[in-house]
T-cell receptor, first 114, second 113 residues
Framework: KAGVTQTPRYLIKTRGQQVTLSCSPI?????VSWYQQTPGQGLQFLFE???????NKGNFPGRFSGRQFSNSRSEMNVSTLELGDSALYLC?????????????FGPGTRLLVL | GENVEQHPSTLSVQEGDSAVIKCTYS??????FPWYKQELGKGPQLIID?????GEKKDQRIAVTLNKTAKHFSLHITETQPEDSAVYFC????????????FGKGTTLSVSS
């Protein structure tokens, strides 16, 4: 069974631009969570989607948003990019919603904001 | 909110030695504790997890112990091998919808041969 895939793998943007990242979960998984990973803050939860609905949101500004499609694929968007948004963005999928469901991570999208 | 502390931040061992990584959590309602291994250029990979109704769980060379009274849990790796070198993260969460995994800051394990 194919794992979680994320596209693109690498991205370079400039301040003020916006970016959209994509995540395809493991087949049959209905929940997708997004995390931001930085050397200073570690892994921080962004949001979780289940059945096309946002179920939970972390402590990030409104510039960070996401959505989930009927096939469970998910996208996250960051508008008005700031230098501090440079990070590895990880997507994780699980069979059902809730943090206690085993989450499988993708390889991440590395975003560099110049 | 939930906070997870992880120690040590770096750990160097010789091949064949044991390695122990410890985490403490603050939310007494947490009842799910996974451990992830992250290699360079890859996403975190689940290596073992434990739920609050179990005190210890073992999978070959890896074991996790949980002490709910003291609110801490540990990862034990025996007979370490160079391929065990990676960053290890602990996490904690409540087993209910609308909650998120809270991660420790990670431990960089180096196994030298």
């Amino acid at each position: 069974k194919a794992g979680v895939t994320q596209t693109p793998r690498y991205l370079i943007k400039t301040r003020g631009q916006q970016v959209t990242l994509s995540c395809s979960p493991i087949s049959g998984h209905r929940s997708v969570s997004w995390y931001q990973q930085t050397p200073g803050q570690g892994l921080q939860f962004l949001f979780e989607y289940f059945s096309e609905t946002q179920r939970n949101k972390g402590n990030f500004p409104g510039r960070f948003s996401g959505r989930q499609f009927s096939n469970s694929r998910s996208e996250m968007n960051v508008s008005t990019l700031e230098l501090g948004d440079s990070a590895l963005y990880l997507c994780a999928s699980s069979l059902s919603e809730g943090a206690a469901e085993t989450q499988y991570f993708g390889p991440g999208t590395r975003l560099l904001v110049l | 909110g939930e906070n997870v502390e992880q120690h040590p931040s770096t750990l160097s061992v010789q091949e064949g030695d044991s390695a122990v990584i410890k985490c403490t959590y603050s939310d007494s309602a947490s009842n799910y504790f996974p451990w992830y291994k992250q290699e360079l250029g890859k996403g975190p990979q689940l290596i073992i997890d434990i739920r609050s109704n179990v005190g210890e769980k073992k999978d070959q060379r890896i074991a996790v112990t949980l002490n709910k009274t003291a609110k801490h849990f540990s990862l034990h790796i025996t007979e370490t091998q160079p391929e065990d070198s990676a960053v290890y993260f602990c996490a904690a969460s409540r087993a209910q919808a609308g909650t998120a995994l809270i991660f420790g800051k990670g431990t960089t394990l180096s196994v030298s041969s």
